[in-house]
């Protein structure tokens, strides 16, 4: 069973800056689509952005471009996501994730062809 790591989450004011990681125990991110995703209370999850770990291929939904960047560090086996001015909206469990080996096609952060997923990290933003 794999089961993604994260951590780093935390309690900030909006504007302020986290920094998460996905420590993924049982597979390499070597040559994989992962995403990074979140859920807020009574919400669906969502997909926040996704890295193909291959070649650096970065996807981001519209609300965190420019805003969050996903990004790789093959020899700790991590993939991060920098999270700058956070909002209140981006309160939420975060939950990173690799792609179902079967799917290919462009790495995009689509819940359904997602799996292993973890615990969790919660972020907190106050206005």
């Known amino acids: 069973q794999v089961q993604p790591v994260e951590s780093g989450g935390g309690a900030v004011q909006a504007g302020g800056s986290l920094k998460l990681s996905c420590t993924p125990s049982?597979?390499?991110?070597?040559?994989?689509?992962v995403g990074w995703f979140r859920q807020a209370p009574g919400k669906e999850r969502e997909g926040v952005a996704s890295?193909?770990?291959?070649?650096?291929?970065?996807f981001y939904r519209d609300s965190v471009k420019g805003r969050f960047t996903i990004s790789q560090d093959n020899a700790k086996n991590t993939v991060y996501l920098q999270m700058d001015n956070l909002k209140p909206e981006d309160t939420a469990v975060y939950y990173c994730?690799?792609?179902?080996?079967?799917?290919?096609?462009?790495?995009?952060?689509?819940?359904?062809?997602?799996?292993?997923w973890g615990q969790g990290t919660q972020v907190t933003v106050s206005s």
């Open positions: 994730a690799p792609r179902a080996t079967q799917y290919g096609g462009p790495c995009r952060p689509l819940v359904p062809a997602f799996e292993d």
């Open positions: 890295l193909w770990t291959g070649n650096g291929f970065t």
């Open positions: 049982t597979y390499t991110i070597t040559r994989r689509c």
